[in-house]
């Protein structure tokens, strides 16, 4: 899939962290005619949180900039597996967000105007057709949160997260940069000016004109090596999956009032996730806690499946910022050194557009238009993007 490369002493750019973002990243400037590129891994490829993402890509989002963005995005990952000559085992089968309430009812309104008005396929279903898409779903009425109406996005999709790694690394490995796992950094060198001019790692220092952050969990950590703050805090995000039924499901759902989402594998197991926790860790155990509150309300909507036997559990890691929006571009004071990060629990569904825009800013060194909204000065300036309605993860962090 990619080979083994001794380390150069010096690239053009060199990119920490070899999840979805780092060799998305990798992949378009490779395409730009970048190839003298480094990914440097300090564990195995993609073995962070893109390891562990359930992988559901969607438009649906509140803020202007966050649907442009993410819309992007989503047309990207539908030419994706073309592009790579890779089965990526996409699968478009829409989306329904639940509402419970007349509130619910209201920002889901609103939120498909605006989605509409920016070109994507969005719009508010009732009960009955609710009942239709889900025939499963329990819609009694007098029941605890009962079922309203929902937001419907047809071309919602799932994708299979390590095929796209592997289909990323594949490409950017043919097209000629190099990927090193197993190589941690440990520190940034600088100039005589204190730009920064490479990085060291367990491997040896390394030289490049550009460094660009994907570490997405540990991406405050990063810069901290260069003595930078950033408004990021690490929380994680557990989801577990069944044992395979029968088709049961033939489209994705979620509840952000139940902070939990629901969808239905090609292998028929059902895959449940949820919120972020609410405390901040680098740890990868799994709670019962999180398992039993993700199992009692995937039951609320499907008492049918209280037969069915968890499979296995899981945990990843989320880089979460104070509007639940990403931080892209460079950093005011700190040349030659890009963020790529704060994709808290949205960062799989990202990739390609973050990947193409960083390309395009290393490349011509212009921001683009689309990710201007995203930069870290936002949180000086006070023009945050409030994206914190736009998840499960809604109201926990
Ligand atoms: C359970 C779960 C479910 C999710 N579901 C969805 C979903 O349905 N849809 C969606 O869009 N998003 C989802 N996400 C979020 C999404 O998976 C992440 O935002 C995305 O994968 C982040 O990708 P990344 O490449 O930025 O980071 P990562 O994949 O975490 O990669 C960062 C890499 O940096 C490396 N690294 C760290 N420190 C160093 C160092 N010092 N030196 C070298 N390398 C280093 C790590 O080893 C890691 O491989 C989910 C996340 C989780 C945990």
């Given at each position: 899939m990619w080979k083994y490369h001794d380390l150069n002493r010096r690239y053009d750019v060199l990119i920490i962290g070899a999840g979805v973002h780092g060799l998305a990243t990798a992949f378009y400037l490779a395409k730009r005619g970048i190839t003298n590129v480094c990914l440097v891994d300090k564990g195995y490829l993609g073995g962070g949180a893109s390891a562990r993402s359930t992988a559901i890509l969607r438009a649906t989002y509140v803020t202007p900039q966050g649907i442009s963005f993410f819309y992007e995005s989503l047309k990207l990952y539908e030419e994706l597996a073309q592009e790579l000559d890779y089965n990526l085992l996409f699968s478009q089968f829409g989306r329904l967000e639940l509402a419970h309430t007349e509130s619910a009812i209201y920002a889901a309104r609103i939120r498909a105007e605006f989605n509409r008005a920016m070109g994507v396929d969005s719009r508010i279903v009732g009960p009955d057709e609710i009942k239709h898409i889900v025939?499963?779903?329990?819609?009694?009425?007098?029941?605890?949160?009962?079922?309203?109406a929902a937001l419907f996005h047809p071309p919602a999709s799932v994708i299979r997260h390590d095929a796209v790694v592997w289909g990323y690394a594949r490409a950017v490995d043919s097209l000629g940069a190099q990927i090193h796992p197993h190589t941690e950094v440990t520190g940034f060198l600088t100039d005589r000016y204190g730009h920064v001019s490479g990085v060291r790692t367990n491997r040896g220092d390394i030289e490049s004109g550009v460094v660009v952050n994907c570490t997405a969990a540990w991406s405050s950590s990063i810069c901290e090596m260069l003595n930078l703050k950033l408004p990021i805090v690490t929380h994680p995000l557990q989801a577990f999956v069944t044992e395979p039924i029968k088709p049961f499901l033939s489209t994705g759902i979620s509840s952000t009032n139940l902070h939990v989402y629901i969808y239905q594998t090609d292998r028929g197991e059902l895959v449940v996730g949820g919120a972020v926790d609410h405390y901040p860790t680098y740890s990868h155990r799994s709670t019962n806690f999180r398992l039993e509150d993700l199992v009692s309300h995937a039951l609320k909507m499907?008492?049918?499946?209280?037969?069915v036997n968890v499979l296995r559990q899981w945990t990843g890691l989320c880089d979460m910022t104070p509007d639940y929006a990403p931080i892209m571009g460079d950093v005011p004071g700190v040349n030659r050194f890009l963020l790529n990060c704060g994709w808290g629990t949205y960062g799989f569904k990202s990739a390609p557009i973050a990947g193409k825009s960083m390309a395009e800013l290393i490349d011509t060194g212009l921001v683009p238009d689309l990710i201007k909204p995203f930069s870290i000065t936002r949180f000086d300036d006070g023009r945050l993007i409030n994206e914190k309605g736009a998840a499960s993860s809604a109201a926990l962090h």
């Open positions: 025939p499963p779903l329990d819609m009694r009425k007098g029941k605890d949160l009962p079922v309203l499907f008492p049918s499946l209280s037969t």
